[in-house]
Nanobody
Framework: QVQLVESGGGSVQAGDSLRLSCVAS????????FGWFRQASGKEREFVAA????????SNADPVKGRFTISKDNTKNTVYLQMNSLKPEDTAVYYC????????????????????WGQGTHVTVSS
């Protein structure tokens, strides 16, 4: 069965960096696009970043542009989210998601278009 397992979350100070990892199993990794989403306490889940099957096409949400970078390593079945210059408003549970139905080498933003989800990893940023 398909499994996505996130790791790398933690408690940091504002301005620090974290790198989240998402290891995928039970799927043909190179045929999936991936996304990172987050959900802060009391708020709806929101899009953070996405990457196409090839890894060549990427997108970041406006609140994280210039600070977060998504990447994928097809040899390790792993998707990463490098988060720099963290802010208290980045505090949330971060989720990795996999999209098989996407057509072509692109990505999608709506969360309901993703097929599989991880369990999430907590990120807390203190001021």
């Amino acid at each position: 069965q398909v499994q996505l397992v996130e790791s790398g979350g933690g408690s940091v100070q504002a301005g620090d960096s974290l790198r989240l990892s998402c290891v995928a199993s039970g799927l043909t990794f190179s045929t999936y696009a991936f996304g990172w989403f987050r959900q802060a306490s009391g708020k709806e889940r929101e899009f953070v970043a996405a990457i196409s099957r090839s890894g060549l096409i990427r997108s970041n949400a406006d609140p994280v542009k210039g600070r977060f970078t998504i990447s994928k390593d097809n040899t390790k079945n792993t998707v990463y989210l490098q988060m720099n210059s963290l802010k208290p408003e980045d505090t949330a549970v971060y989720y990795c998601a996999a999209d098989f139905r996407i057509r072509g080498d692109t990505y999608t933003v709506p969360s309901d278009e993703y097929d599989y989800w991880g369990q999430g990893t907590h990120v807390t940023v203190s001021s």
